[in-house]
Structure formats: structure tokens, C-alpha cells
């Protein structure tokens, strides 16, 4: 399948996997380039410059496709050493950036200037609009249904995704919901060149965390998310579980009071023990809606290649079948 998105990453299928923390790692990433997509390394999960470069070259040792970093920049004051993690990417001969978080601007000369393309992910048309304006060449649309944070607006993506088509001039993947044939197949309907999935490809073989994360996801419904942090205009959403009901608990009880300290031993430092360890109960950890259509735990290769045969199927077969002779 030959879209705006494939012909910018040089990847066979218009598919992204999504940056999350302690699961895009080397593993998975070469996994999606290999099958097809575009895989990218948790920039941040690496503590430290060195650490990303060294993920970097694992990954190149798996794949010789495409493949990426994302990069979140942070709203904090001790920030990390974000132009240690450029020059990494950069000396590691990426040429896929995926950025998140705060606006990107003060970095697109560095990466520009390596020919690294920048897809920025946004969770509203203004923001899409602006990642345009400051050179990004393309931008992940993130509707209300995804895992992490979906932004403040809640806009789903039958929404949002031609909001998106009808505002922008550069290509954009749809991010939220996706998971199959059908997903793709809708998300270039609404106007995408493609799609990200997160959730999807955290329940697949090589993605490398405990299989507890994975069964959970699987014996998951459509209904077993919740958002949390929403008094503190961070909202995210989560699966479901114990430390889940904690937190808001604490943010009823606290309502305009609530700080983030107050909420730390939900959220702070929860991801190894959840990822790595398979302490499912340790905290609250980003999931999104789609746990609801994700049945298996294939490979990424089968996971990829099924989905492009639906894809297919879907718009030569049936979608064809309905057109007038």
C-alpha cells in the first residue's frame, strides 16, 4: 500500500508504532520495521544519552529498515539532557523522529539539518495546525479513545480525524482506536495516510515486557479504561485496576486541592514494576479503549500482515462490492 506516510519514512506499510515507556525498546521496534512499519525507541525510557545510543545500534543490529526515536519534551524544570538525546539519534543515523510534549520548535534545525523527518504527536487540530507552521513533516492525530494522554478537548476521532483532513496540508497517521484491517481502512477514509497503534502492539510476542501486561490487555473490554489526573489538566487514560481506584479516589476526596504529590505513589516510578515485573496492581499505566478489539498475542510480523490482507480485503471486496457497475 503505497500512501503519503510510506513514501516519507520509506516503509512498505502505513503503519506507526507509537512510543511508550518501557515498551518501545529495540525488540519491538526492529519487530514493526521488519514486518514493515516504522518501529521507534522510547527515547526517554533510556536514562541517558549514552543508553539511547546504545538501543540504537541493538536496533540496527535487528533491522536494516527504518526505524525511529520518539521523543517527548517535557514541562519540567530539571529537564533531561535533550540535546545529548539529538546527537544520538543523530550520530546513530536516524532518520525518524517521532516528537511529543512540548512544541518541538527549538529542535527542528538540529534534526532538519541531519534530514531527519518529524512527525509531532498532537491531540487537537490547533496543535496539528501549529506543528505544520513550525516544519514538521507530518503529525500523529490522537483522538479522545487513546491510550496515555488524549488531551483536554475529547474529541474522538470520527471527529477529529477530518478536522484534521480538511486543515492540514501535510500528511498526518490517525492514533487512538487503531488495532486492525478495519481500523486502517477507516482511518484512510477519514482523510489519514496511515495509522499509529500503542495498546495493539504491546499485547504482541516481542514486545518486551511481562506477560501479565499482556494477559491484561487481552482480558480487557472496551469499557476497562479510566481517566485519571483530570484536575490537573494532564489527563490520561489507564487501565483499570486497584491503583486506579486509589487515585480517584484521592482526586474526589482532594477535588481543586489536589496536587501531583498527592497522587505520587499511583504514577511515580510505577512502570518497571509494572512492564518488567508484572506488578499489575503497582500503579496506573496507559492503555487505550481499542483493549477492547485485541483478542491474541501474535507476532508483529503475523499482527502486520493480517492486518494489511483486511485492508485489502476491505477495499477491493467489500467496499468495492458497493459501488455501482
Known amino acids: 500500500m503505497k500512501t503519503k506516510i510510506t513514501e516519507l519514512f520509506g516503509i512498505q506499510h502505513p503503519i506507526i508504532q507509537g512510543g511508550m515507556h518501557f515498551v518501545?525498546?529495540?525488540?519491538?521496534?526492529?519487530?514493526?520495521?521488519?514486518?514493515?512499519?516504522?518501529?521507534?525507541?522510547?527515547?526517554?525510557?533510556?536514562?541517558?544519552?549514552e543508553l539511547l545510543a546504545k538501543e540504537i545500534?541493538?536496533?540496527?543490529?535487528?533491522?536494516?529498515?527504518?526505524?525511529g526515536v520518539n521523543l517527548t519534551f517535557l514541562p519540567i524544570?530539571?529537564?533531561?539532557?535533550?540535546?545529548?538525546?539529538?546527537?544520538?539519534?543523530?550520530?546513530?543515523?536516524?532518520k525518524a523522529v517521532e516528537t511529543a510534549g512540548n512544541n518541538p520548535q527549538k529542535w527542528m534545525p538540529m534534526l532538519h539539518d541531519a534530514g531527519i523527518k518529524v512527525i509531532h504527536k498532537c491531540t487537537s487540530v490547533r496543535h496539528a495546525l501549529k506543528a505544520e507552521a513550525i516544519g514538521c513533516d507530518?503529525?500523529?492525530?490522537?483522538?479522545?479513545?487513546?491510550?496515555?494522554?488524549?488531551?483536554?478537548?475529547?474529541?474522538?476521532?470520527?471527529?477529529?480525524?477530518?478536522?484534521?483532513?480538511?486543515?492540514l496540508k501535510i500528511p498526518f497517521?490517525?492514533?487512538?482506536?487503531?488495532?486492525?484491517?478495519?481500523?486502517?481502512?477507516?482511518?484512510?477514509?477519514?482523510?489519514?495516510d496511515g495509522m499509529n497503534m500503542g495498546t495493539r502492539f504491546i499485547a504482541t510476542q516481542e514486545a518486551p515486557v511481562h506477560s501479565n501486561v499482556k494477559q491484561a490487555i487481552v482480558a480487557a473490554s472496551e469499557l476497562d479504561t479510566r481517566l485519571?489526573?483530570?484536575?490537573?489538566?494532564?489527563?490520561?487514560r489507564v487501565l483499570h485496576n486497584a491503583a486506579t481506584d486509589r487515585l480517584l479516589a484521592k482526586e474526589a476526596a482532594l477535588g481543586a486541592k489536589l496536587k501531583f504529590d498527592d497522587i505520587m505513589e499511583e504514577v511515580a516510578g510505577v512502570y518497571p514494576?509494572?512492564?518488567?515485573?508484572?506488578?499489575?496492581?503497582?500503579?496506573?499505566?496507559s492503555c487505550g479503549m481499542v483493549a477492547g478489539l485485541?483478542?491474541?498475542?501474535?507476532?508483529?510480523?503475523?499482527?502486520?500482515?493480517?492486518?494489511?490482507?483486511?485492508?485489502?480485503?476491505?477495499?477491493?471486496?467489500?467496499?468495492?462490492?458497493?459501488?455501482?457497475?
Open 24 to 49: 518501545g525498546l529495540a525488540e519491538l521496534a526492529a519487530a514493526v520495521s521488519n514486518a514493515g512499519g516504522l518501529g521507534l525507541i522510547t527515547g526517554l525510557t533510556l536514562r541517558t544519552p
Open 138 to 167: 507530518a503529525v500523529s492525530v490522537d483522538g479522545f479513545e487513546c491510550g496515555g494522554h488524549p488531551g483536554e478537548d475529547d474529541v474522538p476521532n470520527f471527529i477529529l480525524l477530518p478536522r484534521a483532513a480538511e486543515s
Open 77 to 94: 524544570v530539571n529537564s533531561p539532557d535533550y540535546p545529548g538525546y539529538i546527537r544520538a539519534i543523530i550520530e546513530g543515523g536516524v
Open 173 to 192: 497517521v490517525a492514533s487512538g482506536g487503531m488495532a486492525d484491517g478495519r481500523s486502517l481502512v477507516a482511518a484512510l477514509a477519514l482523510g489519514a
Open 273 to 285: 514494576r509494572i512492564m518488567q515485573l508484572g506488578e499489575m496492581e503497582a500503579g496506573v499505566w
Open 228 to 236: 485519571v489526573m483530570r484536575p490537573l489538566r494532564n489527563t490520561e
Open 294 to 325: 485485541i483478542h491474541d498475542i501474535p507476532s508483529v510480523k503475523e499482527l502486520i500482515d493480517r492486518i494489511m490482507l483486511e485492508a485489502n480485503d476491505i477495499i477491493r471486496q467489500r467496499l468495492g462490492s458497493m459501488l455501482a457497475a
Open 57 to 67: 545500534a541493538r536496533c540496527r543490529d535487528m533491522t536494516d529498515k527504518p526505524f
